[in-house]
T-cell receptor
Framework: KNQVEQSPQSLIILEGKNCTLQCNYTVSPFSNLRWYKQDTGRGPVSLTIMTFSENTKSNGRYTATLDADTKQSSLHITASQLSDSASYICVVSAAGAGSYQLTFGKGTKLSVIP | EPEVTQTPSHQVTQMGQEVILRCVPISNHLYFYWYRQILGQKVEFLVSFYNNEISEKSEIFDDQFSVERPDGSNFTLKIRSTKLEDSAMYFC?????????????FGPGTRLLVL
């Protein structure tokens, strides 16, 4: 069964500090991996999408890495801001037989404090 | 910037009642999706829709659920006879392409509470 596991479950950091969130997946066949940011009570917003051949992608202060061999991804947030407080969700897309279903992780709840 | 909108933002209903959740996808998008998120749990795929028919559906999307695109702008999710366990946040999403590398844009969600 396709699964996406994220760690840590929650994280508290001081404003201005960096942090790294982890994602392990067992989705097969792999199509792409996305990181989404979800504010409380809101829909997820896409941060990055990476395909099999990409091992890093940046979006401002967010940098995602992908190791397709070990089926691991990370999201690094640089110089955190209070507005970064949200859940960060790793989402993996499987491909094959016309299926492009997304498998979501449970997310890492990040709290940035002053 | 174009965005996906959903109405209502909150809905409370009695068990056994029918509910219709409405979504207006981004205007030039062709692929539409419904997801749900039970409180404290992960987002789960329900169904995808393209060219006026269902492309894929998950195990959750049983006979109690249906989707429709009644006109050129709205995309609806109907739950025929709601159960307590249908209480969740329901997200609509749309994308301009499908599969490889497409970005799905999510709406703000409808919080459904079944009593």
């Amino acid at each position: 069964k396709n699964q996406v596991e994220q760690s840590p479950q929650s994280l508290i950091i001081l404003e201005g500090k960096n942090c790294t969130l982890q994602c392990n997946y067992t989705v097969s066949p792999f199509s792409n991996l996305r990181w989404y940011k979800q504010d409380t009570g809101r829909g997820p917003v896409s941060l990055t999408i990476m395909t099999f051949s990409e091992n890093t992608k940046s979006n401002g202060r967010y940098t995602a890495t992908l190791d397709a061999d070990t089926k691991q991804s990370s999201l690094h947030i640089t110089a955190s801001q209070l507005s970064d407080s949200a859940s960060y969700i790793c989402v993996v897309s499987a491909a094959g037989a016309g299926s492009y279903q997304l498998t979501f992780g449970k997310g890492t709840k990040l709290s940035v404090i002053p | 910037e174009p965005e996906v909108t959903q109405t209502p933002s909150h809905q409370v209903t009695q068990m056994g009642q029918e509910v219709i959740l409405r979504c207006v996808p981004i205007s030039n998008h062709l692929y539409f999706y419904w997801y749900r998120q039970i409180l404290g749990q992960k987002v789960e795929f329900l169904v995808s829709f393209y060219n006026n028919e269902i492309s894929e559906k998950s195990e959750i999307f049983d006979d109690q659920f249906s989707v429709e695109r009644p006109d050129g702008s709205n995309f609806t999710l109907k739950i025929r006879s709601t159960k307590l366990e249908d209480s969740a946040m329901y997200f609509c999403a749309s994308s301009g392409a499908r599969g490889f590398g497409e970005t799905q844009y999510f709406g703000p969600g409808t919080r459904l509470l079944v009593l």
